[in-house]
């Protein structure tokens, strides 16, 4: 079967209800005209995950081929949008007005999905080195990282996003993460060379991988 929803199969369920497509395009080092026509080409030929980051960079031009295919072909609903909280110890109390700032630039009023892109909040690091701990003790890191997911989780409340996970987790974190989270999160997304390593089972917790593709090789659309 194939439509807006892709095809049968192409779909994960999360612990929310909300279905999460199998497939994504990835945004990281995409930039200017080219990012723009690169969402634009996925979701002419499928794709229905875009995924980004308020730290790649590029998330207005991501939000101007968003634009074009809502007032063309698609609606809002049809598209499962994720971005990612990169949070600074300056910042915790800013959440909520980063979320906003992703939201006008990508042009939509709800995320799909939001991640807490690294689990230590800290001014150093960038999209795929995680941020230095400087030293810092552990319970200083459960001190902020209580902070921010309990900031995640108000998000929920507002409306401003559907579902909250986490991102380059490890099992330990996790862990303590659900010690005193109120909501679990959704996901936990690692890079290829993490997945092994974080590939134990969380009740409710869904792992998503992310992949670096050739550009040079012919690389086929999920939905043909």
């Not at 497939?23 to 930039?31: A, D, E, H, K, N």
């Not at 999209?127 to 990282?145: I, V």
């Not at 996003?161 to 330990?172: D, K, L, T």
């Amino acid at each position: 079967m194939k439509g807006k929803t892709g095809v049968v199969g192409s779909h994960f369920v999360l612990n929310t209800g909300a279905k999460i497509p199998a497939i994504g395009l990835g945004t990281w080092q995409s930039g200017g005209d080219l990012c723009v026509e690169a969402v634009r080409t996925a979701l002419s030929v499928g794709y229905r995950h875009i995924d980004c980051a308020h730290l790649y960079g590029n998330e207005i031009e991501v939000g101007e081929a968003l634009g074009e295919a809502f007032n063309v072909s698609l609606k809002r609903e049809d598209v499962f949008l994720t971005s990612k909280l990169y949070c600074t110890m300056n910042s915790l109390n800013k959440i909520e007005n980063y979320v906003r700032v992703s939201l006008k630039n990508l042009g939509v009023s709800y995320l799909d999905l939001y991640l807490m892109h690294w689990p230590d909040s800290s001014a150093f690091g960038d999209a795929t080195d995680p941020p230095s701990k400087s030293g810092s003790e552990h319970r200083q890191f459960l001190n902020r990282l209580k902070q921010a997911w309990k900031a995640m989780e108000a998000l929920v409340d507002l409306g401003l996003v559907r579902a909250i996970g986490v991102s380059n987790f490890s099992v330990q974190q996790i862990k303590e993460l659900l010690k005193f989270a109120k909501v679990v999160p959704a996901v936990n997304q690692v890079g290829s060379s993490f997945l092994l390593a974080s590939a134990i089972h969380f009740e409710q917790i869904f792992i998503t991988g992310c992949s670096f593709i050739d550009l040079d090789k012919c690389v086929p659309p999920p939905f043909q």
